[in-house]
């Protein structure tokens, strides 16, 4: 392994990790709905960035820390990962040639079916809500993709 992937490794677990601890930290109850998934986002901007390294099996671990620190029913969040990043993969060369206004319509879309998954795998388990409100985090993920993509080449940039 050379010295470059290593140090893009620690930087994707210190990216997911961060998004992570700011999955489970309080907001007030105004500002909790819009909350984005910054794990997920995390994971898809490493496999469009750099896809030796963020792969399927990083996906669905980080997922699973997610169930873990949430305490929702496990693997639904690593089942939602997982799907989001296969897709990521397959379409990550036509993803990296669009545009950012093209591709935060993309990652919208990415979002929608992973919120999509998690209230199926909630309707399955019986703790269903179907609230306008749980969509949000899907438009607010998507209105910070460009500032994850600015910032993730910044920190990449610097780490050549």
Known sequence: MRPDNFGRRILYWLSVAAGLVLAIVPLPDWLDPLRPDLALLAVVYWILSSPRIAGLGYAWLSGLALDVLRGMVLGQHALGFLVVAFLTHRLQLRMRM??????AAAILLLLALYHFIIFW????????????????????????????????????????
Request: charged share 15%.
């Open 121 to 160: 795998t909630d309707g399955l388990t019986g703790h269903g809500y179907t609230g306008w409100n749980r969509w949000l985090p899907i438009l607010s993920g998507a209105l910070l993709w460009p500032l994850i993509v600015a910032a993730g080449d910044s920190l990449t940039r610097r780490s050549r």
């Open 98 to 103: 669009f545009p950012l206004l093209h591709q």
